[in-house]
């Protein structure tokens, strides 16, 4: 909750004092909470996990997976409404597509992981990624883009890569 106040004043343009008094309870707040953890039989959250290099890296992947999700579903209405000039039903009708295909592939990626194998839908999953990211690569592979030095998606691949 003092993270939530803390973003909040950092982005209400509250004076330098107001800020400093959050980012103290943020952090106090943050100290008490693992102190706690550490202490208590019954943790909400194991804090040791954090000490694992594996564990924080696939933490990282899994929040950059959410946040591409989440951004694309934000980012692409407010673009159509705002630089395109779009309605706002004409900018969910164009979005509704993607959400379909999720809904359909979540429900057929669970019973996937429940019936046949825990990796299968993992692997496919970045399978996709991957190959969503050459076909990238390759259309934008153009003699204009490479000439004028074009690739923020190449370095993108390469920063995803290990991590996926």
Request: contains cysteine.
């Given at each position: ?104 592939v ?44 074009h ?14």
């Amino acid at each position: 909750m003092s993270a939530l106040f803390l973003l909040l004043g950092f982005t209400s343009g509250n004076n330098i004092y107001v800020q400093l008094i959050l980012t103290l309870i943020t952090i106090v707040t943050g100290l008490f909470f693992i102190f706690v953890e550490k202490h208590s039989q019954h943790a909400v959250l194991k804090v040791g996990l954090f000490k694992s290099w594996l564990f924080n890296t696939f933490l990282l992947a899994f929040f950059l997976l959410q946040l591409m999700s989440l951004s694309m579903s934000f980012l692409i209405p407010n673009v159509l409404q705002t630089a395109f000039k779009q309605t706002t039903a004409t900018a969910g009708l164009l979005v509704l597509p993607a959400v379909i295909i999720d809904a359909l592939v979540s429900a057929f990626a669970g019973i996937t992981y429940d019936k046949v194998n825990q990796k299968l839908p993992i692997i496919f999953g970045v399978a996709i990624i991957l190959l969503t990211f050459i076909i990238t690569i390759i259309v934008q592979c153009t003699p204009a883009n490479i000439k004028n030095e074009h690739w923020p998606t190449f370095y993108l691949l390469l920063f995803l890569e290990p991590v996926g």
